[in-house]
């Protein structure tokens, strides 16, 4: 589940994970790992193919479905989104 202090990080490194994995702190490397920083990628990818509707009927349901799961709340949903 992505939280908005592990997106914090992904934003400050501008989702470069290799500036991220040379130069993060040992405690941003506690916070966020290879997976979750891959995860935010990936939900930017899908949310900003659904914002411009080119996101298939049923990979769309699935997102939406799994959205409750994948971020931590609201906030963090509405982040995404902006930077989708």
Not at 1 to 10: A, E, K, N, P, R
Not at 26 to 35: A, G, T, V
Not at 57 to 65: A, N, Q
Request: hydrophobic content about 40%; proline content about 0%.
């Amino acid at each position: 589940m992505i939280t908005g202090s592990q997106l914090d990080i992904y934003l400050k490194y501008s989702g470069d994970s290799d500036g991220w994995a040379r130069t993060a702190s040992s405690e941003e490397k506690k916070l966020i790992d290879d997976s979750q920083w891959a995860e935010i990628d990936f939900l930017r990818l899908e949310l900003g193919l659904l914002k411009r509707e080119q996101l298939a009927e049923g990979s769309r349901k699935k997102l939406l479905d799994s959205l409750g799961q994948r971020v931590a709340d609201d906030d963090v949903l509405r982040r995404l989104q902006a930077i989708a």
